[in-house]
């Protein structure tokens, strides 16, 4: 196991006391005053969601201070009364996603009756916690017009925001799916913690999003960049944190469609005229969306459809053998994988241009339902599912169409959420939710490589090996290393809570986090010819096989916890000390097939014997499962492609 404590050092902000919230929530605190400056304790303050109807009834304390944490998004009023004082009601404030929002409140001498109303405030710059980031709101989110809808690229309106390479780790689009991640303030692509409602959404096998919400349902998100409070944990890099939209009381809703089409587009430089037709691209992205109440007051929902329907083809030039090459062949194995390579298309007679089909299907379904018991019990409860299919025509090189893979995959998230307010001055949040993603990657051309004489040692609809000629610049067949999938689910439980006394606000909590990696893999293998003259007569220069489908199943445990207090020593000095503890769990295959290197005797030894635990901490698992089969001419002779290999040692 891997243990990991972090000790925030204290730091100094400028602002009204504070009160650090779960990631998903905010804060509205600030101190009541008379027209001298002077505090004044025992004010009677009412936060108002003008959304939902529901009220958060506070006293200032002997500093005149009060704190309302744990708040949801969204717009407030705030109403203040105080003997001897006219009332003070602020119409309407914005709180946005993990703010820690100041709201003073100046009140006049005045009599029983009398209101002083301001219509509205602007949220000032985030000046009471140590994080550093910034929250892009649900105006730029519904309405910044995005090519392809996805929410990640508007991370580039942040500070330190950068525009990522397109062939970057993460950050290079899925076709049709966006980024899976981005880069900014120097952090990595893949550190980045992805946080939905406060429930992780990161596929951790690649800790890239495990998916993009809806435009639709995101209502806005938070990026905190550096500085993070004791309160997040797992990750070093960017911490984001989204929140969905709920319903309020009055209805809204929206149906939508987006149209591309290749009809209006130029054409690519080597998609020229004459020689092959316009590549076609055809994109719509429709749906529709509705909230609104259940029970006024009490019970709300806001649910939205979002589907995509792309057709898109990537534009081929590859070399092919010419008529004379094709007379040559007389090996009957390579005669049969001629039937699977075009014809060439040019002048010459040695190269074929042409357009490999990509298309991609999506669905995602979400649905947000929150209600309120009382004004000190609210639960809120989201869930979506995106089933999407798309289709990689050129994987790893393939250079004629037909090939590559396609991947069906199925992702889900669940978030719950309960607020309980045991007093003004107490309150709690707990989370309960998961997220999953089953994904599986088959080549497109699934034929027995027996039925056309290779023996691979595959049998059944598996693929052919992947074959490249050199000399001719030609890649078809497989993908190697396909068939393959897995099924990733990562569930959290966590509870936080909020302790205001004197000039102390104190948060502390925990979580507890499992992860479930199933996996299965096998392999169409790989052959290569550096000259057509080789893959004429049958006879390969290289060859690499794991044959057989190989599967396993990881578990991991993870627990945190943490206490951070805010501190107002002074009317502008605020001190934030942190502490966090993280235990990781070292993971566990189901089957017990992990090994360790035993550097003494120089030997993969399986965890559980020879005195080896279970994944002992200071050892890097490894999964030895595979056996390789070579058949390679570059210390002996060539080796027919269609005999089946003997296993030599990798």
Sequence with gaps: MKNRISLLALAAVLAAPAALVAQSTGTISGTVKDPSGAVLPGAQITVHNIGTGVDRTLTSDGAGQYVAPSLPPGDYSIRVTAAGFSAYTLQRFTLLVDAKSNVDIPLAPGSAGETVQVESATPLIDSESITVGQVIDRQTVQEVPLNGRHFLDLTVLTAGGVTAPANGNLTAPSRGLGANSFITAGNRDDSVNFQINGVNLNDLVQNQITFQPSINTTSEFKINNQTFSAEYGRSSGSIVNVSTRSGTNAFHGEVFEYVRNDAADARNYFNQAGVTRQAPFKRHNFGAAVGGPIWKDHTFFFVSYEALRQSQGLTINSGVPTAAQ?????????????????????????????????????????????????????????????????????????????????????????????????????????????????????????????????????????????????????????????????????????????????????????????????????????????????????????????????????????????????????????????????????????????????????????????????????????????????????????????????????
């Design 326 to 650: 094709r007379a040559s062949v007389t090996d009957a194995v390579a005669a049969r994988l001629l039937t699977y390579v075009p014809l060439a298309n040019n002048a010459a007679g040695n190269r074929y241009a042409g357009i490999a089909a990509g298309p991609v299907q999506t669905h995602q379904g979400t649905a947000d339902i929150s209600h309120t018991f009382s004004p000190a019990d609210t639960l809120q409860g989201f869930y979506a599912i995106q089933k999407d299919k798309r289709t990689e025509p050129t994987l790893q090189g393939n250079t004629i169409p037909g090939f590559g893979d396609n991947r069906a995959a199925s992702r889900q998230i669940l978030t719950l959420n309960e607020t309980h307010v045991f007093s003004p001055r107490f309150v709690n949040e707990a989370r309960l939710g998961f997220n999953r993603i089953a994904i599986s990657f088959n080549p497109n051309v699934t034929t027995d490589g027996t039925t056309l004489g290779l023996g691979t040692g595959n049998t059944g609809a598996t693929g052919i090996p992947q074959i490249t000629i050199t000399d001719v610049g030609l890649n078809f067949g497989g993908p190697a290393g396909f068939p393959q999938g897995r099924s990733d689910t990562f569930g959290i439980f966590s509870d936080t809570a909020t302790y205001t006394f004197g000039k102390h606000s104190l948060k502390f909590g925990g979580e507890f986090r499992r992860f479930l990696n199933a996996n299965f893999s096998g392999d169409t293998g790989t052959i290569g010819f550096t000259t057509y003259a080789n893959f004429s007569q049958g006879r390969a220069t290289s060859y690499s096989i794991t044959p057989g489908t190989l599967s396993n199943r990881i578990y991991a445990n993870a627990v945190g916890a943490f206490v951070q207090d805010s501190w107002k020593l002074t009317p502008n000095f605020t001190a934030e000390l942190g502490f966090r503890y993280e235990w990781n769990g070292s993971p566990v295959e189901g089957k017990n097939r992990f090994t360790v290197l035993d550097t003494v005797n120089n030997a993969l030894v399986q965890v559980g014997t020879n005195g080896y635990g279970n994944s002992p901490a200071w050892a890097l698992p490894m999964m030895s499962l595979a056996i390789t089969k070579r058949c390679c001419a570059a210390r002996t002779a060539t080796c027919p492609i269609s005999r089946r290999p003997t296993p030599s040692a990798a």
